[in-house]
């Protein structure tokens, strides 16, 4: 499960000012930011670029450039699937495949009910166990379709 706080214009505008003299400031507070409320807000937009004295576009522009930032909130759980090169020789693309057509959501995406975040991941640090993924934190090796069936129920039947 993803413990982020809902999104907090005050908290938020504190981090913004927090790591505004940070060189670059742009990406640490955006990455303070996801943190803390596991997405960037809308919101955060024009409070980000009015203390760095930036345009909005440019924030945008860095939210939008990188595939970390998320800009809607995420789900209750996070299944990420590693598509490196060694999960890829094993099998992942069928898995990213059975995945999208079981939770009706695409890679980056959150199912409607926003229960399953869907996410890419670019090696887990297990290849010797590739196929990996990993549900809400943990690292499972060696999956296969009948496998990640099973995962999937679990979710399902997840608050
Ligand atoms: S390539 Fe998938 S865990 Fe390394």
Redesign the pocket.
């Known amino acids: 499960m993803i413990h982020a706080a809902p999104w907090d214009d005050q908290e938020a505008l504190e981090i913004v000012t927090r790591h505004r003299q940070l060189p670059g400031a742009a990406l640490p507070i955006l990455h303070a930011l996801q943190e803390r409320f596991g997405y960037i807000d809308r919101a955060a937009i024009p409070m980000v670029a009015e203390v760095l004295n930036l345009s909005q576009a440019e924030i945008h522009g860095v939210v939008a450039f990188y595939d970390d930032f998320r800009e809607q909130p995420p789900g209750r759980h996070t299944l990420r699937l ?7 020789a ?1 099998g ?1 693309n069928a898995l990213v495949a059975q995945a999208e057509k079981r939770l009706r959501a695409g890679l980056g995406a959150t199912t409607l009910d926003g229960k399953v975040s869907l996410a890419a ?12 993924l990993m549900l809400d934190g943990e690292l499972i ?1 060696r999956v296969d379709a009948a496998r990640l069936d099973q995962l999937l129920d679990r979710l399902e039947n997840a608050a």
């Open positions: 590693c598509r490196a090169e060694a999960c890829q094993m992942a991941v670019y090696c887990l640090g297990n290849c010797a166990c590739a196929p990996a090796g």
